[in-house]
């Protein structure tokens, strides 16, 4: 999946029953689509990755979230799953954390930029669960989509998210757990700014 390929999930209210509509842009030539709504002037977007430890199967997530400016919102990093059995459960305990990190965050419309092309196919339901936990996961994560008006995914290269692996390992390593709204440590401020430079800023 490239960089450029963009799925979107439209959560809208209808005589108090909520319609998910999954649309999706070419390669995949299937889509359900009753109209095309385009990113608004106010969409926010999240980046996320994560860091596991095969030994201690702890998973660690960092989670940045950031306006239609590129200014800095809110960010997590820490520990997000404990007793974690594979790469999948990681990255969608990863996930799950910046779902709810947008949601109570109040980041919508909400673009999520993420590397793990597998989480995107589970909640898109081209691959099915292959156990119950797998499964649970998954609801929770769309459980957080029913917060939010709308959500695009983006499937992106490490490069082009750099500070959310960054952080990420630093949380691991040092088992740290942070959460901010403002006052940035001055080290996380540059991680962030560099990030920025070349990513939100051509």
């Not at 769309?142 to 960054?166: D, Q, Y």
Request: proline share 4%; hydrophobic share 45%; charged share 20%.
């Amino acid at each position: 999946m490239g960089v450029g390929l963009i799925h979107q999930i439209i959560v809208h209210e209808k005589k108090k029953v909520l319609v998910k509509k999954i649309v999706s842009t070419p390669p995949f030539a299937w889509w359900w689509k009753l109209h095309r709504t385009p990113l608004s002037a106010g969409w926010w977007k999240l980046n996320y990755a994560f860091a596991y430890n095969r030994t201690s199967r702890r998973v660690f997530a960092c989670c940045i979230l950031r306006d239609q400016n590129a200014q800095f919102k809110a960010i997590y990093a820490g520990c997000v799953g404990n007793n974690v059995h594979n790469i999948t459960l990681a990255a969608l305990n990863a996930f799950r954390c910046a779902a709810g990190l947008a949601a109570s965050e109040g980041g919508d419309p909400l673009e999520i930029e993420g590397e793990n092309q597998t989480v995107f196919r589970l909640l898109r339901g081209e691959i099915p669960s292959p156990n119950e936990t797998t499964r649970e996961l998954v609801g929770q994560c769309l459980g957080e989509f029913n917060r939010l008006r709308m959500v695009w995914f983006r499937c992106v290269e490490p490069h082009a998210n750099v500070a959310a692996n960054r952080l990420a390992r630093i949380a691991m390593n040092t088992e740290q757990t942070w959460f901010f709204v403002d006052n940035l440590p001055a080290q996380i401020a540059e991680i962030l700014n560099i990030d920025v430079n070349g990513h939100y800023v051509p």
